[in-house]
């Protein structure tokens, strides 16, 4: 079935360096790449999405590629804040009307003052 | 500003002992879901509705209940918990399965 695999589990960088997240997707018809920050004790929040026929978008700090060939997006956060320490998720849809949301396993992103 | 409620948001219980964790929201959406986080392994979908009277299973169905009368309220039921529900558990809503948001966790104990 569907699968979303991330990498990687955690991630430490120094405040001001760029963080890049992967994940792969198994289904070639998935149409619609989310990313979700949740901060400690608090909800996941929909921070960036794609769709799939767009091959990057921006917003601010944070950006989003999708590889539709290799099947793979990434997210690239620019300019690392303190704030940005968190866990990531990415995810993926299936096309049409399904409703269902395919999420990897999360990435715990630190970092250092 | 968008309002999705849970209730509990903590609950402790005993194997086998019925229990439901409500959602509601606000914001007129057709669709809702409910998930459920565990260490290691994201957040996995359990059930989810496009509309009134319309559900269907996510990947974690097994041992979960859902219904869905009113616009408003998605509950999760679980007739006869067992330990391995235990879990932090959230209830989403969307326009559909895009731009879902979250509400605040329920987090649940199964002795």
């Known amino acids: 079935g569907e699968n979303v695999e991330q990498h990687p589990s955690t991630l430490s960088v120094q405040e001001g360096d760029s963080a890049v997240i992967k994940c792969t997707y198994s289904?070639?018809?998935?149409?619609?790449f989310p990313w979700y920050k949740q901060e400690l004790g608090k909800r996941p929040q929909l921070i960036i999405d794609?769709?799939?026929?767009?091959g990057e978008k921006k917003d601010q700090r944070i950006a989003v590629t999708l590889n539709k060939t290799a099947k793979h997006f990434s997210l690239h956060i620019t300019e690392t804040q303190p704030e940005d320490s968190a866990v990531y998720f990415c995810?993926?849809?299936?096309?049409?009307?399904?409703?269902?949301?395919?999420f990897g396993q999360g990435t715990t992103l630190q970092v250092k003052p | 500003e968008a309002q999705v409620t849970q209730n509990p948001r903590y609950l402790i219980t005993v194997t086998g002992k019925k229990l439901t964790v409500t959602c509601s929201q606000n914001?007129?959406?057709?669709?809702m879901s409910w998930y459920r986080q565990d260490p290691g392994l994201g957040l996995r979908q359990i059930y989810y509705?496009?509309?009134?009277?319309?559900?269907d299973k996510g990947d974690v169905p097994e041992g979960y209940k859902v219904s869905r009368k009113e616009k408003r309220n998605f509950p999760l039921i679980l007739e006869s918990p067992s330990p391995n529900q235990t879990s932090l558990y959230f209830c989403?809503?969307?326009?559909?399965?895009?731009?879902?948001?979250f509400g605040p966790g329920t987090r649940l104990t199964v002795l």
């Open positions: 989403a809503i969307g326009h559909s399965y895009n731009e879902q948001f």
């Open positions: 509705s496009m509309n009134v009277e319309v559900t």
């Open positions: 914001m007129n959406h057709e669709y």
């Open positions: 995810a993926a849809s299936r096309p049409g009307n399904t409703g269902k949301l395919i």
């Open positions: 794609i769709r799939s026929n767009v």
């Open positions: 289904d070639s018809a998935s149409n619609y």
